[in-house]
């Protein structure tokens, strides 16, 4: 009997703990589900607030692409405007020359004119009567944009010849020759070119196209002139450049360690040395023997030039800044004394894309042929005569 009482009291007691286990586990579930009904608001609410801020981030961005697009077109309206004001400098540059700061007497001319006469005569005697000079830049003609940033384009000054020559780069041995300008204005890159292979590499934008000869400017141990005849393809004459201790003639362009030019008195070598303190120097030499006939030293500093050229006997250096802006002649050295450089005026270049690496004077059309930054560009010059300053 007591043995029964006690199996009665265990089951009572087992059962009362298996319900307090049922209603433990009921009230877990409650509280889970509480919990997941909460999640479920929560992430409901969420998802509205980010449709919500999608809606105003789509509403911005197309608020600020409009704004872009008004910036864009206010910044092309400004830059046609900066473009329009630089063609009107341009144009005033043009149509107003520097004006002499003083007056001069006529007899005072007269005595400079018969000194000038007298100088010429015994410092160096004149190959011709040209006694133009630069007024001011006329017009400027981008033909195309064939080749790298450095480099230099020009025609041969040759009247017989109308041919055009491509000089891509600065360390090259092939030249690209066009029988015309049309024929290089039209071609798809070199395409309608003929490669002229020479003998030898040149080194920087220095080289000229005179009477069918190509001057070019070469480097072994010394620097030399190479003249290569273009209708035999062969070399006709070389010579080492008598001067020592070279440098890079321009600050600007440190790849022309030496400059050729063409004017109507013949052949010119613009150089540069350690001796002449930064000053840039020019020697006439004889385009058949490539003799050196006589030197001088400038008074054109080398810091900040990127270019020159010979018109008349008379050396125009052209500067620039080391961030390309407008390029301007700024210093000229007349070897017959007819025009001194605080005479001249100050011309500018229109504005362009970079900066010249090489300008190729025309005796024949008056025109500079330009490579500026890849482009090849035409420049019309405006003469007139030295003594009329």
Request: proline fraction near 3%; aromatic fraction near 8%; charged fraction near 25%.
């Amino acid at each position: 009997m007591r043995g029964f009482v006690i199996l009665v009291t265990l089951a009572c007691f087992a059962s009362a703990q298996h319900q307090a286990l049922i209603d433990y586990l009921e009230r877990r579930l409650l509280a889970i589900e509480d919990r997941i009904s909460l999640w479920h608001e929560q992430t409901t609410r969420y998802a509205s607030e980010l449709r919500e801020l999608k809606q105003q981030m789509v509403s911005q961005l197309e608020n600020l692409d409009k704004e872009k697009e008004a910036l864009r077109t206010n910044l092309d309206g400004v830059g046609t405007r900066v473009d329009r004001v630089e063609r009107e400098l341009d144009y005033l540059e043009t149509q107003n020359g520097a004006q002499p700061c003083v007056d001069v007497d006529d007899k005072l001319i007269e005595q400079q004119v018969t000194q000038v006469k007298e100088k010429q005569k015994a410092k160096y005697l004149k190959l011709t009567d040209c006694s133009d000079m630069i007024s001011s830049i006329k017009a400027m003609k981008i033909l195309k944009r064939v080749g790298g940033p450095k480099g230099m384009w020009t025609k041969d000054t040759s009247r017989a010849s109308g041919k055009i020559y491509v000089f891509n780069g600065t360390d090259e041995d092939t030249v690209n020759q066009f029988p015309s300008l049309q024929d290089f204005t039209r071609s798809p890159g070199m395409s309608l070119s003929t490669d002229l292979k020479l003998p030898s590499a040149w080194r920087g934008t220095g080289h000229v196209v005179f009477n069918h000869h190509v001057y070019y400017v070469s480097l072994a141990e010394e620097i030399s002139v190479v003249k290569y005849d273009t209708r035999n393809n062969s070399v006709t004459d070389s010579a080492v450049f008598p001067v020592q201790d070279h440098v890079p003639v321009y600050g600007l362009t440190p790849d022309t360690l030496m400059d050729l030019a063409v004017d109507e008195e013949g052949l010119w070598a613009i150089y540069a040395t350690r001796q002449n303190e930064g000053h840039i120097s020019v020697a006439k030499m004889d385009a058949d023997s490539l003799d050196v006939e006589q030197m001088w030293d400038t008074n054109c500093p080398r810091e900040n030039a990127e270019a020159a050229f010979v018109i008349c006997g008379t050396l125009y250096v052209v500067y620039n800044t080391k961030q390309p802006g407008r390029s301007r002649v700024q210093c000229l050295f007349d070897v017959n004394d007819m025009v001194s450089n605080e005479e001249a005026p100050l011309v500018y270049f229109p504005k362009r894309y970079g900066s010249h690496s090489s300008l190729k004077y025309n005796p024949q059309e008056q025109l500079l042929y330009a490579w500026d930054d890849g482009y090849q560009i035409l420049y019309k010059l405006i003469m007139k005569k030295k003594l009329e300053i």
